[in-house]
């Protein structure tokens, strides 16, 4: 038996907001897996969510036809996740910065810095049609 | 989720159980914004119990955003109780702590409103 | 936004037997989507573990390379559920039938004989390394 | 799934909790077996208490008929208790219903020991 380099599960839906728990469902079971302690399992949770559900909703436009691609990659210390959707893309620099006073009683535009300020590491990529998030499972910097 | 609604004292508490994720939100927000059509300008007193809300998204949190706003509006007054670690830390790295108010003990919260 | 003819989730996995637990997370999530009764979600739900497991146990005899693929085809009033492994397959005529006196008592066996219990079809295809199971929603039949 | 192991007039009490499936059964099967080959023939007297487990594929199914064979052959006794719709289910269509002790009170099962 050869080592397996990459332990990866992909998860592929169409696009209705619905199967995010099935999306939940999965990665809830992978972070309970990999023993990643109660904080950073909702943590990550949340952020993989924020993901999906913006790749189904802003990405898609929640056409059925259009189909949201998921992949984690599980490693021995960190859990990666990729998102793709098939979109027009976006640009994430542009996006308003939640924080900022004119924007705090804004229903929405949450997403992306919770996405942020969960995972360690979120990459955007492709026209933004792409994310790509890292949660450490031993994050001493935090 | 799952959302019930019961009156105490002229306070409607909204106890609503379970994540608040993906469609959940809009479910959320048909009930409280119904709610608060219902009743007349000054009159709205929520109280919304998160003590069995696990996790919540951002579209979640609008939903609370947005209700804040409505109650605003009616003059009325909105209060969170019960918030767990994962929705406090939601609320607290969102900068919306210091604008929510917020109880850990329903009959205080309920007292407030008196 | 054109009609979806097809409602279609895909899981992929490396075959870890650890992965049964994300196997049956995303299942029981698609189950209680769609409104099946308890003892129809009950059962589905086990024989698609049991097909899981034999894919991974079985088929690709644990190897974390080799990878299982499934498919769930959501329907109005059905479920399609089709498990794909990387291995040599089998006859499944030849497998005994846990029934027989002989095997009453036997540790192991019957996985297949319950997958055809639970689901309305079972049909092995590709030399036995694919099965498709069909459970539909209100089954006059059974 | 968790096994938690008790001891009640010299009938040792498995409580099981949670669904039975893919690797849980190993554990199941090995927790088991250690209790069984810690006793001396004809002191095995074993009752699986099923009442928390929802649910348990064909591999947990093979780790009770491992244990009763075992028992058997120790001369002991097992039996099942508090069986589910699902857990009954699976045993009835396995055949194996008559084979198996199964009771739906622990006090009676337990005196059926003594
Ligand atoms: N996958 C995507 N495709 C296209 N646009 C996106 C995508 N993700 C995010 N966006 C854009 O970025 C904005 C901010 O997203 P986000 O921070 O998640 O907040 P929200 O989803 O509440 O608007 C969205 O309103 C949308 O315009
Ligand atoms: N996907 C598969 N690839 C190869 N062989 C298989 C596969 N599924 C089942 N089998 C064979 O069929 C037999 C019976 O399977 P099953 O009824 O599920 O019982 P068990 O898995 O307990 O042996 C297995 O022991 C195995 O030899």
Redesign the interface.
């Known amino acids: 038996m050869a080592t397996s380099q990459e332990h990866i599960i992909r998860l592929e839906i169409p696009s209705e907001i619905q199967l995010i728990y099935v999306l939940d469902a999965v990665v809830s079971e992978i972070l309970r897996e990999m023993e990643f302690d109660d904080e950073a399992v909702e943590q990550a949770n949340l952020a993989v969510i924020e993901a999906g559900t913006n790749a189904i909703l802003h990405g898609n436009s929640s056409d059925p036809n259009k189909r949201v691609y998921f992949q984690f990659l599980v490693g021995e210390d960190k859990l990666t996740v990729i998102v793709k959707d098939e979109g027009e893309g976006f640009n994430p620099d542009l996006v308003p910065n939640p924080l900022d006073l004119e924007n705090l009683l804004s229903t929405s535009g949450r997403g992306i810095f919770l996405m942020r300020t969960f995972m360690d590491e979120v990459n955007y990529s492709e026209n933004g049609t792409k994310v790509q998030m890292v949660k450490y499972k031993f994050n001493e910097n935090k | 989720m799952d959302v019930s609604i019961r009156e105490r004292d002229g306070v409607t508490i909204f106890d609503i159980q379970g ?1 608040i ?3 959940d939100s809009l479910e959320l927000k048909s009930v409280i914004d119904d709610h608060i059509a219902s009743k007349a300008e000054g009159e709205v007193k929520i109280l919304l119990n998160l003590a069995r809300v ?2 919540m ?3 979640g ?3 609370v ?2 209700a ?2 409505s109650v605003q509006r009616k003059k009325g007054r909105i209060a969170l109780l019960n918030l767990g ?2 929705t406090r830390q ?1 609320i607290v ?4 702590m210091t ?1 929510f108010e917020t109880y850990d003990n329903e009959d205080e919260a309920v007292a407030s409103f008196q």
């Open positions: 994540r994720i993906g469609s696990p996790m998204d951002s579209s949190l609008g939903v955003v947005a804040y706003t670690r994962s939601l790295m969102a900068k919306l604008i």
